[in-house]
């Protein structure tokens, strides 16, 4: 339990949010939010307080919050993920709730094909046990295992308010279909950022989302520059590919795009295959990937679309260079799983 962001552990800035309502998650079914409607407790944005603001049922309140309960039992909220999601760690956050916080928690998780919910019949697997929650705190908790989970169910005992819920992690789709055209560099898809020079702005795992930017903080962008060379961002791919075109987005980034980007690659299936374990050595490969691209101008808020790249067979991992700093909002590679 930490009151600041300040002391996040590894897994809340490693591994992007799946529980994101602006990249697809939602709420499936609530036993009760009387007071603050579900939805709220998935968006994107920090949770506010608004001293004065009030609505038919009461104080308004950014997040999800159920009436007092007055009988037994508890109240639930069911979450469909993003993508399949194999899971990091959970922040449960209940920011500006003093005396109207859960006191317990506890997350469950269940599997469901694709385009089903669950219902009764449902088996769902313990995540996270009864768990102590805290006032206006973030509640940072951890999960091992290698299981993808479509769903979740938070409990909240026995009633109360949530602020908002994070889930950390890899998204684990089904996977491209071989000989269909994929973003192979879309997170939703399962690639992933390996490593950066730096990311002192905005927040770099939105750069491999499908969503349109919503400001200048919506991607990645790097401080400014003050010694020589340039800044990179290396990307596990979804899966081995052959890429066809890249997409480089600046929207936004208007006195402070990059002059130009440049981008290389390397098929290292194993490295792939190791996942996580393998990015210290990565890092250092990088510097002897082939070039996929060569230097390319780049412009202020735009949409840049490379169709000409090398011919260098499958790759497994890229690497963006922006000459000499700073942001590009979305980065998309399209192209092919390799048979």
Known sequence: MDNTMDARPEFATRYPNLASAGLGASIVSVTDDFFAEAPRMLADSDPVFIPDKYDDNGKWMDGWESRRKRGSGHDHAVIRLAAPTVIRGFDVDTSHFTGNYPPACSIEGCRMPAGSDPDGSTEWHRLVPMT???????????????????????????????????????????????????????????????????????????????????????????????????????????????IERAVVDTAFFKGNFPESCSIDAACLPDALAAGPDADAMLVTASMFWEPLMGRQKLQADRVHEFAELADIGPVTHVRLNIHPDGGVSRFKLFGRVAK
């Open 132 to 242: 102590p929650l805290g006032p206006d705190s973030h509640h940072f908790l951890g999960h091992d295992g290698d299981e993808a989970w479509t769903h979740l169910r938070l409990n909240i005992f026995p009633d109360g308010g949530v602020a908002r819920l994070r889930v950390y992690g890899l998204a684990r789709p089904a996977g491209p279909v071989e000989g269909e055209e994929t973003d192979l560099a879309s997170l939703l898809n399962g690639a992933r950022i390996v490593g950066f020079s730096d990311a002192h702005f905005g927040n770099y795992h939105r750069l491999l989302t499908p969503t349109v930017p919503q400001n200048m903080g919506d991607g990645w962008e790097t401080r400014r520059r003050r010694e020589p060379g340039n800044d990179w961002i290396i990307i596990a791919l979804a899966a081995p590919g052959h």
